[in-house]
C-alpha cells in the first residue's frame, strides 16, 4: 500500500508540481516558449504552401488548359448508348426502346430552332462545310463567343420530325454522334484518299471531318445493310470549331451526324465500329471512344 502512495504521488507530482510550478514537467515560460516555436514554424509552413499556391495560380487561365500536351485526340461518342456498349430492342415492343428514343430526344433537345433564335448568341454559319470560325484569341477582350446554329432538320428522318420513335418502331434505328468538346481543337481533316477504307474515300471534303460505319468481324460483312449518314456534309463541319470553353462559349452546339440503319439483319447480334478521319485524330486500344466506338446491334423482329 505504502508503494501504490508513493507511485499516486509521483503522478500527481508530474503532472503537477506545486513547489516548482511545473506542468508536466515544464514552466509556464517553458510552455509559452514551445508554443511561440510552433507558431511561428506552421506559420511559415502555411505561407510557403499558400505562397506555392498563388505562384501556380498565376500560371493558370481561366479559358483554357495551359498544358495541352497530353491532350488525347477528342472521343466519339453516341447515343442512344448503353453501358455495356449494346442496343438490343424488338420492333414490337415499345418498351425495349423506350429508353433509346428518351435519350435521343433528350440530346436533341437544345438543337431546336426556337432555341437558337437569340442573335446575340448564335449566328448563321452557313449550309455547307467551311473553314474554321475565328472568333479571336482565347485571352483577347472580345467577351462571350457566339455559337453558330445547328438545326436539327438537318438530321432529316433522324431529327424525330417525321418519326418520333428515331426509326426504332421500324427497326431502322438512328444513332445521333459528336465529337467530344475539347477547348481550342481544331481538328484536320484527312490530306488525301490514303487514311480512308477504299469504300469511305467518297467522303473526302476539304472542309469536313468525315464518319465511316461498318462491320467489327468478319462474319458481319453484308449483315449491315445500308447505312445512311445526315447532318451538315454528313460529317463533322470546321466551322464549329474551335470551342472556347464554358466561360466564353455557353451556347456552343457540337456538330452532330445521324447515322441510320436501314435494313440490318434481324434476329442476330451484329458488331459495328465508327470512325472518324482526321489528320490530327488517332485511336486507341485502351480507350474504345477515341476517335471510334464499337457497339453491338440486335434488332429482333
Known amino acids: 500500500m505504502p508503494a501504490n502512495k508513493d507511485g499516486d504521488g509521483g503522478w500527481k507530482s508530474f503532472l503537477w508540481n506545486s513547489e516548482k510550478k511545473e506542468f508536466l514537467g515544464r514552466t509556464g515560460g517553458s510552455w509559452l516558449k514551445i508554443f511561440i516555436f510552433y507558431v511561428i514554424f506552421y506559420g511559415c509552413l502555411a505561407g510557403i504552401f499558400i505562397g506555392t499556391i498563388q505562384a501556380m495560380m498565376l500560371t493558370l487561365s481561366n479559358y483554357k488548359p495551359t498544358y495541352q500536351d497530353r491532350v488525347a485526340p477528342p472521343g466519339l461518342s453516341h447515343t442512344p448508348r448503353s453501358d455495356k456498349a449494346e442496343i438490343s430492342f424488338s420492333t414490337g415492343d415499345e418498351e425495349s426502346y423506350r429508353t433509346y428514343v428518351k435519350n435521343v430526344r433528350e440530346l436533341l433537345e437544345p438543337y431546336k430552332d426556337?432555341?437558337?433564335?437569340?442573335?446575340?448568341?448564335?449566328?448563321?454559319?452557313?449550309?455547307?462545310?467551311?473553314?474554321?470560325?475565328?472568333?479571336?484569341?482565347?485571352?483577347?477582350?472580345?467577351?462571350?463567343?457566339?455559337?453558330?446554329?445547328?438545326?436539327?432538320?438537318?438530321?432529316?428522318?433522324?431529327?424525330?420530325?417525321?418519326?418520333?420513335?428515331?426509326?426504332?418502331?421500324?427497326?431502322?434505328?438512328?444513332?445521333?454522334?459528336?465529337?467530344?468538346?475539347?477547348?481550342?481543337?481544331?481538328?484536320?481533316?484527312?490530306?488525301?484518299?490514303?487514311?480512308?477504307?477504299?469504300?469511305?474515300?467518297?467522303?473526302?471534303?476539304?472542309?469536313?471531318?468525315?464518319?465511316?460505319?461498318?462491320?467489327?468481324?468478319?462474319?458481319?460483312?453484308?449483315?449491315?445493310?445500308?447505312?445512311?449518314?445526315?447532318?451538315?456534309?454528313?460529317?463533322?463541319?470546321?466551322?464549329?470549331?474551335?470551342?472556347?470553353?464554358?466561360?466564353?462559349?455557353?451556347?456552343?452546339?457540337?456538330?452532330?451526324?445521324?447515322?441510320q440503319f436501314i435494313n440490318v439483319t434481324l434476329n442476330e447480334e451484329l458488331r459495328i465500329e465508327c470512325k472518324v478521319y482526321g489528320e490530327n485524330i488517332g485511336y486507341s486500344e485502351k480507350d474504345r471512344y477515341q476517335g471510334r466506338f464499337d457497339l453491338k446491334l440486335l434488332i429482333k423482329s
Open 114 to 259: 426556337e432555341k437558337q433564335l437569340d442573335i446575340q448568341k448564335f449566328e448563321d454559319c452557313g449550309a455547307t462545310p467551311e473553314g474554321y470560325k475565328n472568333r479571336g484569341e482565347l485571352e483577347s477582350d472580345i467577351g462571350i463567343r457566339k455559337a453558330c446554329r445547328f438545326s436539327r432538320e438537318l438530321l432529316r428522318s433522324c431529327s424525330g420530325k417525321d418519326d418520333d420513335s428515331f426509326g426504332f418502331k421500324y427497326g431502322k434505328p438512328c444513332l445521333i454522334v459528336k465529337l467530344n468538346r475539347i477547348v481550342n481543337f481544331r481538328p484536320r481533316p484527312p490530306a488525301s484518299n490514303a487514311s480512308l477504307p477504299a469504300a469511305a474515300q467518297g467522303y473526302l471534303q476539304p472542309n469536313l471531318i468525315p464518319i465511316y460505319c461498318t462491320n467489327k468481324k468478319e462474319e458481319d460483312a453484308g449483315k449491315i445493310g445500308e447505312i445512311k449518314y445526315f447532318g451538315l456534309g454528313n460529317g463533322f463541319p470546321l466551322q464549329y470549331y474551335p470551342y472556347y470553353g464554358k466561360l466564353l462559349h455557353p451556347q456552343y452546339l457540337q456538330p452532330l451526324v445521324a447515322i
